[in-house]
T-cell receptor, first 115, second 112 residues
């Protein structure tokens, strides 16, 4: 029943490791996003895909690589993890009807801790 | 820098009181949205108000938008302990590439 689901919910890993976070939405939305929320609760967009096509790519280190195998899935792979990557990562999806935004649906987040 | 900035950063009220928080933004918008985030959870969409609308209601929530002042407010009436959460405004602006840009949030504590 979950509209936007992310796995894993928690991820603790050592510096230098490579890890992936997966996201799936069953809402039929065309657009999916990755947001990063830091310890001060600021949310910053990282990437956006529309129908498997990358449309937003903010200033994010090359170590972060998104992949959208189909419009219902958006994964995030992170290479060579650093302490500063520790944050909560949120996946979201949205749909514009006739060009009108209707609000985003967020997943419950993946808390990444790099030690 | 943040497109939307909330004020106050934190708010503590008694159950039954009203809670008001404000959001200011910098560029012209298509719409402004309010979200709630409970501790350790994802964001939940509350209300979307379009640039040509001035006021919107949803249950105990009332949102106003003043595009001349580039500001919005969220009012929660008759607050309940379950309203304790962080509330974020987010703007959808053409200048920002139609991506949703969030403010820093207002942390609301409703004491029983």
């Amino acid at each position: 029943d979950t509209a936007v689901s992310q796995t894993p919910k928690y991820l603790v890993t050592q510096m230098g490791n490579d890890k992936s976070i997966k996201c799936e939405q069953n809402l039929g939305h065309d657009t999916m996003y990755w947001y990063k929320q830091d310890s001060k609760k600021f949310l910053k967009i990282m990437f956006s895909y529309n129908n498997k096509e990358l449309i937003i790519n903010e200033t994010v280190p090359n170590r972060f690589s998104p992949k959208s195998p189909d419009k219902a899935h958006l994964n995030l792979h992170i290479n060579s993890l650093e302490l500063g990557d520790s944050a909560v990562y949120f996946c979201a999806s949205s749909q514009r009807d006739r060009g009108i935004e209707r609000g985003y649906t967020f997943g419950s987040g993946t808390r990444l801790t790099v030690v | 820098s943040q497109q939307g900035e909330e004020d106050p950063q934190a708010l503590s009220i008694q159950e039954g009181e009203n809670a008001t928080m404000n959001c200011s933004y910098k560029t012209s918008i298509n719409n402004l949205q309010w979200y709630r985030q409970n501790s350790g959870r994802g964001l939940v969409h509350l209300i979307l108000i379009r640039s040509n609308e001035r006021e919107k209601h949803s249950g105990r929530l009332r949102v106003t938008l003043d595009t001349s002042k580039k500001s919005s407010s969220l009012l929660i009436t008759a607050s309940r302990a379950a309203d304790t959460a962080s509330y974020f405004c987010a703007t959808d602006a053409l200048a920002a590439g139609n991506k949703l840009t969030f403010g820093g949030g207002t942390r609301v504590l409703v004491k029983p």
